[in-house]
Nanobody, 129 residues
Framework: QVQLVESGGGLVQAGGSLRLSCTAS????????VGWFRQAPGKEREFVTA????????YDGDSVKGRFTISRDNAKNTVYLQMNSLKPEDTAVYYC??????????????????????WGQGTQVTVSS
């Protein structure tokens, strides 16, 4: 079992920055790929970005690329999401999720909610205009 806890959410003005943290406990974290997802009211949960066990970043499209950066510190069992140039449309609950590396067979797997076995409780990010 892996337990994930997100932190770092809050209220920020458009153009501002936040850094989210996802801290894991329970297993060898370095063997897990980690994704960040977000869910706005009335919308489905959507992929934001992910990081492989080797530290490579995965993005899907350009909505956050260049503004959001994912990184990991395996010694601290933590994955970070640095969010810059925030926009009101970034407002959502942000979730981190983890999956054992052997469960992944293609890049496309990273984008899917169903891929991930473990989820945090979420942290609210609100960007005011």
């Amino acid at each position: 079992q892996v337990q994930l806890v997100e932190s770092g959410g809050g209220l920020v003005q458009a153009g501002g920055s936040l850094r989210l943290s996802c801290t894991a406990s329970g297993r060898t974290f370095s063997n897990y790929a980690v994704g960040w997802f977000r869910q706005a009211p009335g919308k489905e949960r959507e992929f934001v970005t992910a990081i492989t066990t080797s530290g490579a970043s995965i993005y899907d499209g350009d909505s956050v690329k260049g503004r959001f950066t994912i990184s990991r510190d395996n010694a601290k069992n933590t994955v970070y999401l640095q969010m810059n140039s925030l926009k009101p449309e970034d407002t959502a609950v942000y979730y981190c999720a983890a999956v054992w590396i052997s469960s992944l067979s293609s890049t496309g797997d990273y984008y899917r909610v169903q891929t991930y076995d473990y989820w945090g409780q979420g942290t609210q990010v609100t960007v005011s205009s």
